[in-house]
């Protein structure tokens, strides 16, 4: 759930017209990087060990969905922030 609310709030600022500011849009997509990665990585984890009282099973069409989300958001934000520091 704070995965969620912590997604919500980045999106949000990224999509607000103050995205003119580049250090605030750098470090709001470096976070939306670090949020994605983490997610990725914890997936992976808890699918040899449990990882805060879940451990998930085989490659459900779910989890498929969840990684190539993750890495979509992850090469997307990458994209919006060579964007930004390019920008003069």
């Known amino acids: ?8 709030v980045i999106a949000l600022l990224l999509i607000l017209p103050s995205g003119r500011n580049r250090l605030l849009g750098s470090l709001l997509a470096l976070g939306g990087i ?3 990665v983490v997610s990725f990585v914890f997936l992976f984890v808890s699918e ?3 990882l805060f009282g879940f451990e998930e099973y085989g490659y459900r ?5 969840a990684l190539a ?3 979509a958001a992850t090469v997307f934000l990458a994209g919006y922030l060579g964007a930004v520091l390019r920008r003069r």
């Open 61 to 65: 069409p779910a989890i498929i969905v």
């Open 1 to 8: 759930m704070l995965n969620f609310a912590g997604a919500v």
């Open 69 to 71: 989300a993750e890495a």
């Open 48 to 50: 040899h060990r449990r």
């Open 34 to 36: 670090g949020m994605a």
